[in-house]
């Protein structure tokens, strides 16, 4: 092998392997740009003894690499923008074949995404972690090991100021300390290669991050800025991709720990990596979760790893998600329970409406709830007895149309709230889940209500909307010779609805002796009505001094017309400043969610400082002070 004048590179042994007749393990080059290896240049000796050297592609054997990204408060906002970058960038640049894996530690650790070769799914895990809290550093480097496993290359990136305040605020330096050793001896006994990018922050300790790359057999690099930290991910992609695997013959009568040297040429420049091996040396291990590893130079008596069990926030969702979904299934069951009667049970419901006209005998054909929802329904029903709402929201559920009792409407507001809030809550999970939390369970609240309304207003509307034409339909069957039972029974048969239901309810209260003129009125309270008890008005007035009450109708019928048109021409004019409205009053909203979603650490200023929150407080009221004169100005009353 003739010698080269061109600059030596760097060189380092990783994932050796003693066997019988063998030692396995990978030649790390590193260079300003990926080199190969020249096979035939490459020799090695074990012990100071010459050996046998077979080098063949990195790509053989599986390769496995986890970024470990420091996410503490040190990091803050720009230093993740930084992160993001040279991440995509990275991505960019490793081999394809290598899986790729992601651990985040801030006041905990863990594993965001274990090893795989989807990209995406690494570089979204990463766009969407943000810099707050502590720093665990020596759990976020044992979580990665333990994630890599045992089998083929496996690394780490550690990406990190060095500093590791959820240890030392545990147990001072002593508790510091020996983590620190666990850590480092994990990385030793895996035999896990160690690549560090240095982050400088006020925080920054490089004697634990050099620590950390001496026992992986590593590197570490500082970086300062954002094109620093960009040039230390490319190196640690191309010292992925200018890796080969060798296998050394071992010697025979050798023992113990001996000297290995590999020398060769890459690319034409010369290379020298050295490694002291135990040639007794068991196989990779690294321990399952619920044990420690010893650290062989400090005391280790009553250490645990840090993160040997998932945080509190974890424990909770499965939780989450058994709770949502038995809240779901219980809604549906409410909901649609009344879908799924028989024939039978649907005329007897029929005969007892018609026939008993007692409501709540009604609703009881109507319900076949299980022995629980019964239990709940019953509970629901003492909390809503004597409650000034009841009759408010017994009103509302009437003129929607909906089967359901106060107790039913009860259970389900309930529901909504824990559904709503644990959809929040896991929804927002790597962002904020307390925030979801809350945002959830206030959701859950609203919404039923709100939309028990506009139901209950779209039926009204419905029904004024038909009113005229059943009004006059009234008025033919009585120009007809029918008399005014008569004609509202046609009405019952062939008016559309809701208007065919309504008076259908009216003429059984007129079968079991109430005065035609009174049921009237009912239905006009029911359905909240003016037009309603107009015409109402009409009949009563006429039935007390005569007259023809055809002709009444029809004029009434005509009046209900032109209001109906007039309505809507201010409706339509009042279009641009409705709309206007509705814009002004999402935008803010919109821009809130838009801004959780993409700069969390930015909008979270406005319930995690002082200013933030007399900033929300005064927002909402001034918002809450527009939508009062918007909603004023753009109702006209017809």
């Known amino acids: 092998m003739q010698a080269s004048t061109a600059k030596p590179l760097g060189a380092s042994l990783s994932d050796l392997r003693p066997s019988a007749t063998s030692v396995d393990g990978t030649l790390i080059l590193r260079g300003a740009d990926s080199v190969a290896v020249e096979p035939r240049s490459v020799t090695a000796t074990i012990g100071g003894k010459d050996t046998q050297v077979t080098v063949t592609p990195a790509a053989a054997k599986p390769r496995t690499t986890m970024l470990v990204i420091d996410t503490s408060g040190s990091m803050e906002a720009s230093g993740m923008a930084t992160v993001r970058t040279a991440v995509r960038e990275f991505l960019a640049a490793v081999p394809q074949g ?29 766009d969407g972690l943000r810099s707050r809290g502590e720093t665990a550093l020596y759990a976020g480097v044992q979580d990665a090991v333990k994630a890599l496993g045992t089998v083929g290359e496996r690394s780490i990136v550690l990406l990190s100021d060095g500093g590791d305040t959820v240890e ?40 634990v991050l050099k620590q950390f790359a001496t026992a992986g057999g590593g590197s ?67 321990p399952t979760s619920d044990e420690t590893v010893a650290a062989p130079a400090v005391p280790t008596a009553g250490i645990g790893l840090p993160r040997s069990a998932p945080p509190p926030t974890r424990f909770l969702l499965p939780i989450a998600v058994l709770l949502l979904f038995l809240g779901v299934f219980v809604i549906v069951v409410a909901t649609l329970g009344p879908v799924f009667r028989s024939q039978r049970k649907e005329r007897v419901a029929t005969i007892e409406a018609y026939g008993m006209g007692s409501r709540a005998q009604m609703r009881a054909v109507q319900s076949s709830p299980s022995s629980i929802s019964q239990s709940l329904v019953d509970a629901g029903e003492q909390f809503m007895s004597g409650r000034e709402s009841t009759s408010r929201t017994m009103m509302l559920l009437d003129r929607a149309d909906l089967p359901w009792r106060a107790g039913e409407w009860f259970v389900l507001r309930v529901l909504a709230v824990i559904v709503g809030g644990l959809v929040g809550y896991v929804l927002l999970l790597a962002r904020n889940p307390w925030v979801g939390l809350f945002i959830g369970v206030v959701l859950g609240y609203v919404l039923p209500a709100l939309v028990l309304r506009f139901l209950a207003r779209r039926r009204a509307r419905q029904f004024e909307f038909v009113l005229p034409d059943v009004l006059m339909l009234t008025a033919t ?63 009563r ?98």
Request: hydrophobic share 45%.
């Open 98 to 126: 290598v899986k790729v894996g992601v651990v985040s530690f801030a006041s905990t650790s863990g594993v965001d995404v274990k090893p795989t070769t989807d990209r995406a799914v690494v570089q979204r895990a990463v």
């Open 168 to 207: 030392e605020q545990k147990g001072g330096l002593a508790r510091e300390a020996s983590q620190l050793a666990t850590a480092t001896t994990l990385l030793t006994q895996a035999k896990v290669r160690a690549e560090v990018i240095a982050f400088n922050s006020p925080e920054a300790n490089g004697a």
């Open 220 to 286: 570490v690099v500082t970086a300062g800025n954002r094109g620093a930290v960009a040039k230390a991910f490319d190196a640690a992609a191309r010292t992925l991709d200018s890796q080969v695997s060798i296998s050394l013959s071992r010697p025979a009568g050798l023992t113990g720990i001996q000297p290995v040297v590999v020398k060769g040429l890459a690319s034409g420049a010369p290379f020298t990596a050295t490694a002291s091996l135990d040639l007794g040396a068991k196989a990779p291990v690294v």
């Open 477 to 539: 069957s009585l120009a007809s010779g029918f008399s005014l039972l008569q004609a509202l029974d046609a009405v019952a048969r062939d008016a559309p609805e809701p208007c065919a239901k309504e008076f259908s309810r009216a003429l059984a209260e007129t079968r079991i002796g109430a005065d035609v003129s009174d049921a009237l009125d009912h239905t006009a309270d029911r359905m909240d009505s003016n037009n309603m008890r107009w015409a109402t008005m009409a009949i």
């Open 541 to 638: 007035i006429q039935r007390e001094v005569g007259g023809n009450l055809a002709e009444t109708l029809r004029t009434t019928a005509a009046t209900l017309r032109e209001r109906e048109g007039l309505r809507r021409h201010v409706r339509a004019l009042s279009a641009e400043g409705r709309l206007s409205a509705y814009i002004l009053i999402s935008l803010p909203i919109g821009i809130l969610l838009f801004s959780m979603y993409s700069n969390y650490e930015y909008v979270s200023l406005l319930w995690t400082t002082l200013y933030g929150l007399i900033m929300s407080v005064m927002g909402v009221l001034a918002m809450a002070a527009g939508i009062f004169w918007m909603r004023n100005v753009v109702k006209i009353e017809v």
